[in-house]
Nanobody
Framework: QVQLVESGGGLVQPGGSLRLSCAAS????????MYWVRQAPGKGLEWVSG????????HYQDSVKGRFTISRDNTKNTLYLQMNNLKSEDTATYYC???????????????RGQGTQVTVSS
């Protein structure tokens, strides 16, 4: 079955960096666009970034542009999110999600991982 397992979260000071990973299994990874979303306490899901099948096309929410970088390694079935210059407002649970439509970037999803917590605080 489809599994998405995030890792790499933690507590970091403002201005610090973290690298999130998402190990995918149970499907042909390079057939799907992938995304990172996040959910802060008391708030809804927020799209952070998306990446196309081969990793060339990437998209970012305005608030993370220039600070976050999404990438994928199709040989390892792994999605990444490099987060630099972290701010307190980046505090959230971060989820890896799979587009619900094969080979198309629709910004809708069908599977989501369990999430990894990122806390930015001094």
């Amino acid at each position: 079955q489809v599994q998405l397992v995030e890792s790499g979260g933690g507590l970091v000071q403002p201005g610090g960096s973290l690298r999130l990973s998402c190990a995918a299994s149970g499907f042909t990874f390079d057939n799907y666009c992938m995304y990172w979303v996040r959910q802060a306490p008391g708030k809804g899901l927020e799209w952070v970034s998306g990446i196309d099948l081969d990793g060339i096309g990437t998209h970012y929410q305005d608030s993370v542009k220039g600070r976050f970088t999404i990438s994928r390694d199709n040989t390892k079935n792994t999605l990444y999110l490099q987060m630099n210059n972290l701010k307190s407002e980046d505090t959230a649970t971060y989820y890896c999600i799979r587009d619900r439509t094969i080979a198309t970037m629709t910004y809708t999803y069908d599977y989501r991982g369990q999430g990894t917590q990122v806390t930015v605080s001094s």
